[in-house]
Nanobody
Framework: QVQLVESGGGLVQAGGSLRLSCAAS????????IGWFRQAPGKDREFVAA????????YYADSVKGRFTMSRDNAKNAVYLQMNGLKPEDTAVYYC???????????????WGQGTQVTVSS
């Protein structure tokens, strides 16, 4: 069992930065891929980024590549998403999730946090 809690969301102007954190509890945290997804009002949940259990591999959606950076610290049971160059279209609720298999699909993730709101004003 893994519990996930996101933090770090907020309101920022376009071009600004935010750093999201995902704190995990549970002994098996370091066995899972961790993914970040986001969901804007009226839209499906979409993949943002994922990181392997070791942290050696990261994957990004084309829409955030070059602007977002994901990292993890297994010793602290934490995952981070550094978001730079934010755009209004990045506005969404951001979720972290733990799972295995196809990192692109929400169906591959077993545990989800409650989400943190990110709002980017133009």
């Amino acid at each position: 069992q893994v519990q996930l809690v996101e933090s770090g969301g907020g309101l920022v102007q376009a071009g600004g930065s935010l750093r999201l954190s995902c704190a995990a509890s549970g002994r098996s945290f370091n066995l899972y891929y961790i993914g970040w997804f986001r969901q804007a009002p009226g839209k499906d949940r979409e993949f943002v980024a994922a990181i392997s259990w070791s942290g050696s591999s990261t994957y990004y959606a084309d829409s955030v590549k070059g602007r977002f950076t994901m990292s993890r610290d297994n010793a602290k049971n934490a995952v981070y998403l550094q978001m730079n160059g934010l755009k209004p279209e990045d506005t969404a609720v951001y979720y972290c999730a733990a799972g295995s298999g196809d990192y692109l699909s929400p169906r591959s993730y077993y545990y989800w946090g409650q989400g943190t709101q990110v709002t980017v004003s133009s």
